[in-house]
């Protein structure tokens, strides 16, 4: 210690040393896999580590870095997953890790990265029709474009028609986007 400092500031440096060497005794517990109690940390930050389990009523973060997933809870259920591709939502009451089915599909938020499950195309096309193979007449939009390429305008197509198959009357050259969702005539 200092020579400098008086004894209160001595025994106050002291304290606040034992209290750090504390809590980076139990940090290198924690990382190392021995289990802890609760542990507070006003001001923390970690460059790598391997967490296995985190539970937080609040985190504040500049930047958090999850190798497989964030799953939030609102105190009853599971509401929120997040991955690396996906973020998923549920309806209150209803278990967000829940397999998603045809049935249940309207009780989740779904954005992915990875697999857009609502989205079928959505593309230029130059020819009068468009094959979409889906079975079923789908919920589309076209719109007229100047460009295939680069287009500046953007004017909604209403003589478009589609089928369970194809959609046809479609302007050349024109924008189309066509999804998942639709119905068996």
Do not use: C
């Not at 400098?4 to 034992?18: D, G, H, K, V, Y």
């Not at 139990?26 to 609760?38: C, K, N, V, Y």
């Amino acid at each position: 210690m200092p020579k400098q400092l008086n004894i209160i500031e001595r025994a106050t440096l002291a304290r606040r040393l034992e209290v750090n060497k504390r809590r980076l005794d139990q940090l290198e517990s924690l990382l190392s896999g021995i289990p802890l109690r609760t542990v507070k940390f006003a001001d923390l930050a970690v460059t790598i580590a391997k967490i296995t389990g985190l539970s937080a009523d609040k985190i504040t973060t500049g930047t958090l870095s999850v190798g497989e997933q964030i799953l939030i809870n609102d105190g009853t259920d599971d509401r929120i997953l997040i991955t690396r591709d996906d973020i998923r939502i549920s309806k209150e009451g209803i278990d967000v890790t829940k397999t998603i089915t045809e049935t249940n599909k309207k009780d989740f938020i779904l954005l992915s990265l990875t697999e857009l499950h609502k989205l079928r195309y959505a593309g230029f096309v130059t020819s009068g029709s468009y094959t979409h193979g889906l079975g079923k007449v789908p919920i589309f939009f076209n719109w007229r474009v100047d460009s295939a390429t680069s287009p500046t305008t953007y004017t909604a197509n209403k003589d478009a028609r589609a089928s369970n198959t194809a959609i046809t009357n479609l302007v050349n050259p024109s924008y189309i986007i066509i999804f998942n969702e639709g119905a068996n005539p």
